[in-house]
Structure formats: C-alpha cells, structure tokens
C-alpha cells in the first residue's frame, strides 16, 4: 500500500494526512455496511426448571361413590352379627336337649354294704315319788376375773394450799413426781404432798432456754405442750382411758440465761380436773 505522509499535494501550505489505499479497506474481513446493519434481539433457550409442571390433583371421591361402599360395608358386618347370634342360640338349644336334667342335683348313689340305720332311743323320765316335777339344771356360770382396783380415789375436798409454783425459786424444786394443787380458777397453783389430795402429778420437766430466746407466746407454748406432754402422761399412765387427761405449767423468767428459771412441767390428772388420792401412776395400764 501506497501512502505518503508531509507532503503538501493541495496547495494549502500544510501538510496532508496519509492517503490509503482503497483496495485494503475492501479486503477486509467486515465492512462498516455489515457492522451497521441491525441484527435481531437473541431468543433465549428454555431452562430445565422451567419446564416443570405441577402434578395433577388427585381424583376426589364424590358422596355418590362412597355411599355405595358404606352401605355393603355395613351390610357384610350385620350379616356377621345375624350368624354369630343364630350359632349361639342353636348351640344352647343342643346343650339344653342334650342334658335336661343338668341343672338338677342328682341323688348320692347307695350302698349296697351301708351299715343298718339304729334307731332313736327314746328318752323317758322317772316319775319322782314326791310327785314334784323334774328340775332343769341350772345353767353353768363362769367366774368373772376379778377387776384390779384402781390406784387412786376421789377426793370431796381440796388439800391445804401450799408453796406457790408462780414464784421461781418454788417453780425450780419441781421434780417428776412432784404432786400439785390447782384450783378452778386456775390461779395460785401449789405443790402439796402425794400422800393427801392432789389433782396434778408432774410427768416430765423440760427447760424453755435452748427453746425459746425470748418470751415465747401462748400460741407457742400450745404447740409445745401438744407435742410433749399427751406422751408423757401416757407413759406415767401406763395407758389411756377416757377418764384421765394431761397438762401443764411453765414459768419464763427475764434476765441472765442459766440464772432465770425458764421451765415446763407436764402434768397427769383426771378428766375433769377433780381431786384424788393416791396416785395415777399405772392407773391406766388393765
């Protein structure tokens, strides 16, 4: 290809640009007609997934399909029941002709060998001479087991009163054993000596200090008691009865733990709280 380049082939003064060579341009592989010429868009192929297609539903029965099958359903199971009922009734009638006499009770089978039957020997009575009619014998009777008596009787009056057990230093002489005087009004209880009147007898002793760190209320000293001193009266008792009951005294000091006398005494006495002499205890053991 042919081509210069500074050269001024016009006259202007300036210099031209390189000429080409036109039999270059048609040699080429694409021409600018070609490049310009409008294409058509691109149709794009169809993908995998896009060809699925749900499946179809499944068939539903109509209420004109099932009522058929319902109905030879119910038909087989009553035909079943009809026979099953005709098998029992005719199975019944065939045990009932077989053995009529099935539900009686048949007579025991004799023995030829059976030893003869004695007969009764008749009881007579001797006339008595005196012409009195026979005496029937008495009827035996059983000695009773003598009662134990009881350790302890009442007592029409109340016995002299004594120390008072509201003070301290009394409460503090207070041993099992030790026999009180309490009067109805519940106030001024005494101990007095067992050998005369009485209507406590202590059954056990307990100290309040590790209990209790401050006064304690009645509702408190109720639980304790409760818990403490129906066993122990039953213990002194022996046993029970209706005619016997517990109780209790205490008495709850303020000052130095270990020098305040803090104490609880259970008691045995009689139901209604009356006066005895002796003593309870074993009374309740028969």
């Known amino acids: 290809m042919a081509q210069s380049w500074g050269t001024n082939n016009d006259g202007d003064g300036e210099a031209d640009p390189p000429a080409f060579d036109e039999a270059w341009v048609q040699a080429a592989k694409v021409s600018e007609a070609d490049i310009r010429r409008p294409r058509p868009a691109p149709v794009p192929a169809p993908q995998p997934w896009r060809t699925w297609a749900p499946p179809a539903p499944a068939p539903v029965l109509s209420a004109r399909r099932r009522g058929p099958r319902l109905t030879g359903t119910l038909t087989v199971l009553l035909g079943l029941i009809v026979l099953v009922v005709v098998f029992a009734i005719r199975n019944t009638s065939r045990s009932a002709s077989r053995d009529p006499f099935q539900s009686q009770q048949r007579p025991a089978p004799t023995t030829t060998n059976a030893a003869p039957a004695v007969p009764p020997v008749p009881v007579t009575h001797t006339p008595d001479p005196t012409g009195q009619p026979p005496s029937k014998a008495a009827p035996r009777q ?102 016997y009951a517990s109780g209790y005294v205490w008495v709850f000091e303020n000052g130095t733990p270990g020098e305040a006398v803090r104490s609880f005494a259970c008691t045995a006495m009689l139901a209604g709280h009356s006066p005895f002499s002796g003593t309870l205890r074993n009374a309740g053991a028969r």
């Open 142 to 243: 059983t000695a009773a087991a003598p009662q134990r008596a009881l350790p302890w009787t009442t007592a029409n009056a109340m016995p002299a009163a004594g120390s008072d057990i509201g003070r301290g230093d009394v409460f503090a002489t207070i041993k099992v054993g030790t026999c009180l005087a309490t009067p109805s009004d519940l106030y001024h209880i005494t101990t007095v000596p067992c050998s005369g009147p009485h209507t406590d007898e202590v059954t056990v002793l307990r100290d309040l200090t590790p209990v209790f760190g401050t006064m304690p209320t009645m509702d408190q000293i109720q639980d304790f008691q409760a818990r403490t001193c129906p066993d122990a009266a039953q213990r002194w008792l022996g046993g029970g009865g209706p005619q």
